[in-house]
């Protein structure tokens, strides 16, 4: 076809497309979908059953309109890194309240707290800054790094983490 589509989702390699049997994202997180319709909205959807197992994305579909011989990018945001049930706990030894919030990767992305202190964050790296907030109060706010076990494989970590 004349008229295609460049997906970008850097770093998610090997990501099927919907719709487009055999078309995977290469090593860099790029592939091209042949022969979309000129003048009319596309929804170029991703495989969710497909994401390595570090890949997380906020939107799995774009919609594009492109013009007759056009290459249009749909691009995607992916977030590369750990996924990690964390329970979080204070300097003095309390459970973060629920509704906190918890920021991770200098504020880019924020999670909230559940109970017993619990907080699925995503896209995380060994070292990544957590700062959890409450509160306004210096009190009501703490920092902690993400340390993982080097020796646990499984897809979801699962840790306690001192809040300081």
Known sequence: GETNALIKAPGARNVGVSNQPGVLTD?????LVPSIQSYR????GLKTDTFPE???????SVTV??????????????????RALIKLITSSDKIVPFG?????????????????????????SRGSALHVKWGVSP???????????????????NLTLKCL
């Open 41 to 44: 909205e596309n929804m170029i």
């Open 139 to 157: 009190d009501k706010q703490c920092k902690t790094d993400y340390i993982p076990d080097e020796n646990d494989s499984r897809s979801i970590k």
């Open 27 to 31: 090593w860099r997180g790029y592939t």
């Open 54 to 60: 570090n890949v997380e994305f906020d939107l799995t």
């Open 100 to 124: 906190a919030v918890l920021s991770a990767n200098n504020y880019k992305k924020s999670f909230i707290v559940g109970e017993d202190g619990q907080v699925f964050v995503t896209g995380l």
């Open 65 to 82: 309109v492109p013009t007759r011989g056009a290459i249009v990018r749909a691009e995607y945001a992916p977030e590369i890194g750990d």
